[in-house]
């Protein structure tokens, strides 16, 4: 049983929102990445929603001097999709997107880790996601009803925000990788974990049309719409296709590829976030369409 120490604290107003994963294990985030600008207002912070509770939510504040705007912006910071620290509760996403409407987020980044299963996708190359492979969509949609909304799940990634992100990686991604950009069409085949992924079923999606198998993706993406923000993955990659295969190797993951990429990939996400188009109107924001009353009301 978890216990919950905090109270509840009131939602803050603000335009973004970062979710930590496996990119960033082991590090504080943002207290352990050098970004000048970047503070931290407030951590350890709980808030209540008619799912339950959510925890381990951080406020973060970005400098003028470090914004494309040249105003201040603020972030919420989510850990490891709002999961609960002691226990795996996939719902957790509904909680954690739940707070980011309230809170009327439109940008939203993700961090994670990737495994590939496309060959020409090496290990330590930052992928951006073009498209996500989900079958169950999310069993923990936000939308109230089935007939009151239309969410697309055209460019469910988001074009603008994507291009800004590549721009910051390729500034400061290490040369002996590479960073693909929303543009070359990648598809993230989506596992809720946290087991990983089987060789059967990395072949699976290998079929299915994916390139890499990302367990922080979908539920965010879909979320996002149903919210209607915009969407952004930034992921690095952590396992080949060959390790996914290899039946005599216990472990997936080669030591030393997270420790080494998880502070420059933290480090991109802190300076994409200061560099977004916060307040400016975006594509993405309109694919999640109102629908006329009488396709709810009558029946
Ligand atoms: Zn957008």
Redesign the pocket.
Known sequence: MTTHSSASEPIPSVELALITGSASWGLAFPEDVPVAGVEVLARDIAFDTPYGRTENWKLLAFDSSITSDGRPRRALCMYSHGNLRDEVDHACHRRAFWVLREARVK?VIACSTVGSVNRAIRKGDLVIAADIIEPTQTPYSLLPGRQRFDASGKQII????AAILAGTAGRLWPAEGRVHGIEQGLVAGHVYGPRLTTPAEAIMFRTLGADFINHSIAPEATLSREIGA?FTPCAFVTATVNDYLNRDSGTLLEAGALERLSQVTSIIALETAAALPVGEP????GLLIPQPPERYARF
Do not use: D, L
């Open positions: 940008r988001c074009g603008t925000c915009c975006c594509a993405c924001h």
